[in-house]
Nanobody, 121 residues
């Protein structure tokens, strides 16, 4: 079973930047497409960024041009660099597997605890 641990979330002012990290365990981590998801209060969890095992990336329109996903397979770690943050980016951010065929979710059964990002002045 893959275990995922997200970190890096905090309170940041609008226009600021943050870098989130997700550490995964298990040898299957590196061969899967991975994604960053977020869930805002009262809303469904949504996929915002995806990276294939080979490094190809895709983004939701709401974050395109502001967020960058990357991965280090040697460290079983996925990153999300978030720039030009807006109040509407406030959410709990999670990482998990994503579909390698299209931009969509394909999570493993278990989720990490997530990391809270709050964008507010």
């Amino acid at each position: 079973q893959v275990q995922l641990v997200e970190s890096g979330g905090t309170l940041v002012q609008p226009g600021g930047s943050l870098r989130l990290s997700c550490a995964g365990s298990g040898s299957i981590f590196s061969i899967n497409a991975m994604g960053w998801y977020r869930q805002a209060p009262g809303k469904d969890r949504e996929l915002v960024a995806r990276i294939s095992s080979g490094g190809s990336t895709a983004y939701a329109d709401s974050v395109k041009g502001r967020f960058t996903i990357s991965r280090d397979n040697a460290k079983n770690t996925v990153y999300l660099q978030m720039n030009s943050l807006k109040a509407e980016d406030t959410a709990v951010y999670y990482c998990n597997r994503a579909s390698s065929v299209y931009f969509g979710p394909a999570p493993w059964g278990s989720w990490g605890q997530g990391t809270q990002v709050t964008v507010s002045s």
